[in-house]
């Protein structure tokens, strides 16, 4: 808790004085607890990656939600503009037929949905990549019933995790001059560009450091993991998952805690406690190379992952600790939803 809590307060203060203000990314914690802890701590309103996610939010009592993805099947639109009518929710779109059908739903709910226009900023996955389909889209939200035109999504999630500052810079001026140049001819045609949102845990003291975004997604720096521990950022690492060491010979130790608890996305977990010990995690069994027999049999033992969020969603509950006492237990509230 007190390492959560001062990753909190950090993006906080970096935060205090810039022009761009904090939207955290849910997809990281799924916890609504979390997610009031960051609005309390100044943080504008709450990032999230599917419908179902903002619908546990709302529920939670979060007032601002940006789905930061596309919403295109109807079923999901109709939940959506009824959500927008009791949240404010902001949504990307890219695609001037999506825009009709927010706009429908939108129309049919009476609801209000804000809407950013998504630009592609080195991902190559969702998102327009001209300014003359930035005009054009943005004009048709304009136009649109229900819709209105709040900006831009710009997210280089290709540089995050690069350890080289220098290359992580380098990936958001090649942003700010592709969506600078959008911006201005999109004003200069009478439409105003609101909002610019983006940027993650990799990249808040660049993108976050009054350039021309407007919102900071990062997620990760509540948590951190292997995988950003090497970007050498001011957060530290308060998420581990706990194992047992049930089998102990000269050389090996092995785990109760494999793939199931613990995600390898981007490497095997490290032994907290133990440089140089990591698990070779099979579907149940994590299997630790333990050469100076640093280990013993039934010990308890803490996987740090190499990637905290999905790791999180693997699980039901947070257990909260502080100078080690079991403090409090949180739900993963948005664990299982992924829609
Ligand atoms: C749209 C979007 N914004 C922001 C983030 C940043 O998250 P983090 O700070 O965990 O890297 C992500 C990560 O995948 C993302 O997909």
């Known amino acids: 808790m007190d390492i959560l809590e001062a990753n909190i307060r950090k993006m906080s203060e970096f935060f205090a004085d810039k022009k761009a203000k904090l939207r955290p990314h849910f997809k990281t914690t799924k916890s609504v607890i979390i997610s009031h802890m960051q609005v309390e701590a100044g943080a504008k309103g709450i990032t999230c990656a599917k419908l179902s996610e903002a619908e546990v939010l709302a529920e939670g009592g979060i007032k601002d939600i940006l789905i930061a993805n596309q919403i295109i099947d109807p079923r999901k639109l109709a939940r959506l503009a009824g959500l927008a009518k009791k949240t404010r929710m902001t949504v990307c779109a890219d695609d001037p037929r999506n825009v009709d059908d927010l706009s429908e739903a939108a129309a049919a709910f009476g609801s209000t949905i804000y809407v950013l226009i998504e630009i592609d900023v080195g991902m190559g996955r969702c998102g327009i990549n001209t300014k003359e389909e930035a005009l054009a889209l943005a004009k048709r939200i304009n136009d649109a019933d229900g819709l209105v035109f709040e900006g831009f999504q710009a997210y280089a999630g290709n540089i995050q995790h690069d350890p080289s500052r220098d290359a992580r810079v380098k990936g958001v001026d090649l942003a700010i001059a592709k969506v600078g140049a959008i911006k201005e001819y999109v004003e200069a045609n009478g439409l105003t560009v609101k909002e610019i949102s983006g940027g993650g ?133 948005g664990r299982g939803h992924s829609r």
């Open 201 to 333: 845990t990799g990249s808040y003291n660049i993108t976050g450091d009054n350039t021309i975004w407007t919102e900071i997604q990062a997620g990760s720096y509540v948590f951190m993991d292997n995988h950003y521990e090497k970007v050498g950022l001011v957060f530290e690492q308060s998420l581990t998952v706990l194992a047992t060491v049930i089998h102990k010979r000269p050389g090996v130790a092995v785990a109760d805690a494999g793939q199931k608890v613990c995600c390898l996305a981007a490497g095997k977990p490290t032994i907290k406690g133990y440089p140089g010990l990591s698990a070779a995690l099979s579907e149940e069994h994590g299997t630790i190379n333990d050469e100076k027999d640093q280990l013993s049999f039934r010990q308890l033992i803490e996987y740090i992952p190499s990637h905290c969020c999905t790791t999180v969603n693997l699980h039901d509950n947070y257990y909260c600790t502080r100078n080690g006492l079991l403090e409090s237990v949180w739900p993963v509230s």
